[in-house]
């Protein structure tokens, strides 16, 4: 906030000028003429330094720098309301542009929320689908074991039976002892 304000302060400040202690310069204006600038001091006139008005020229002169402070103090009033005004405009701006963008944030956060909330729907459809079949795999596998452990017995027991004789088998061999 530092950062923002620091222009503002920046206005512009016009001391009040006192131009009358120094010699006025030299302005030439219609119809008037350059005053010599070696003056001579008389005992009935004032010296330029002195406060106060000279007739002449110098009158209007004087007349001429009032009038140039007084245009110059109102611009500097004029240049510091607008910069006032341009101060109070951004921060308008800033506070618009905050409750503008956490306005879209809220709305971004809660498309989002939706989204991850559809997501973890599907994902759970699919969890319970790979488990149904996981399960069926598992239950297809133990068949599988019992079907190769009867296999395996019936072969056995098909060696074993060939291995010993039948009773016919074993009647033709009583018979030939």
């Known amino acids: 906030m530092e950062r923002h304000g620091s222009w503002l302060r920046s206005q512009v400040a016009a001391p ?3 131009l009358k202690d120094q010699e006025p310069p030299a302005i030439v204006e219609s119809g008037e003429h350059r005053q010599s600038e ?4 008389t005992p009935g006139t004032v010296a330029p330094s ?9 009158s209007s002169l004087d007349s ?11 611009l500097i009033e004029n240049i510091n309301e607008s910069r006032q005004k341009d101060h109070a405009l951004m921060t308008n701006f800033r ?8 306005d879209l944030t809220e709305k971004l956060e809660e498309r989002m929320y939706q989204v991850y909330s559809h997501h973890s729907k599907i994902i759970q459809e699919r969890l319970q689908e790979f488990t149904q079949k996981m399960a069926k795999i598992n239950h297809l596998e133990m ?3 019992q079907v190769c452990q009867t296999v395996e017995t019936v072969y056995k027991d098909l ?7 039948t009773c016919e088998e074993q009647n033709y061999k009583d018979g030939e002892c």
């Open 38 to 41: 070696n003056h001579e001091e």
């Open 64 to 74: 001429s720098i009032e009038t140039l402070k007084k245009k110059a103090q109102e």
């Open 143 to 145: 068949e599988l074991k």
């Open 16 to 18: 009040p000028v006192e």
């Open 159 to 165: 060696c074993v039976q060939s291995e010993v004789p």
């Open 50 to 58: 002195a406060s106060c008005q000279l007739p002449g020229p110098f």
């Open 95 to 102: 506070d618009s542009l905050k409750m503008k963008v956490s």
